[in-house]
């Protein structure tokens, strides 16, 4: 995760808190694991990247599970690798109930992933960095001194088939 203050890595991350409700019955005995519902065959921008799953596990105590979303680089990588900007893409990914070796159960929620990357002027003095999941949970990041992670937004998903 990159932090408060760091002018040296760019980017935005935060960690999501998830709750599958009703809240009222307990599913910590439920696994669940995010898969990626992008096209292999998809084209990403040079900041971008093929979809890793961050979310695997047991719902704990309360129904929930933690969703890290991040997008950093290092300001030396980005200088050498000359990434232009502005760059945006998506990932499309699932949240299924899976069983033993990880065989998919259910489908519980389905959800788009968006990064964007821009300057924060035009004379490039600095890049802000924004990542958005959940339908609005979203965390945003510059690399000037003295930055702050700017979070806004928030979840619930509903323990229901998507086809129902």
């Not at 019955?25 to 439920?30: A, D, E, L, P, R």
């Not at 696994?31 to 519902?37: D, L, N, V, Y």
């Amino acid at each position: 995760m990159s932090k408060d203050g760091w002018t040296e890595i760019l980017g935005a991350s935060a960690q999501l808190e998830v709750t599958f409700y009703p809240t009222n019955v307990s599913f910590q005995k439920v696994r669940i694991k995010e898969f990626s519902e992008d096209d292999n065959k998809k084209v990403f921008p040079s900041l971008g990247g093929k979809h890793e799953t961050t979310v695997s596990g047991f719902l704990i105590y309360g129904n929930r599970f933690y969703d890290n979303i991040a997008a950093r680089i290092t300001l030396p990588s980005f200088k050498i690798e000359k990434h232009n900007l502005s760059q945006d893409w998506t990932w499309d990914c699932s949240i299924k109930v899976v069983g033993s070796k990880d065989k998919e159960i259910l489908v519980v929620h389905k959800t788009t992933q968006f990064f964007d990357w821009r300057w924060v002027d035009i004379n490039k003095s600095a890049v802000v960095a924004t990542v958005r999941k959940f339908e609005g949970c979203q965390v945003k990041r510059d690399n000037r001194p003295g930055n702050r992670h700017s979070y806004t937004g928030g979840q619930s998903i509903k323990l229901t088939p998507e086809n129902e």
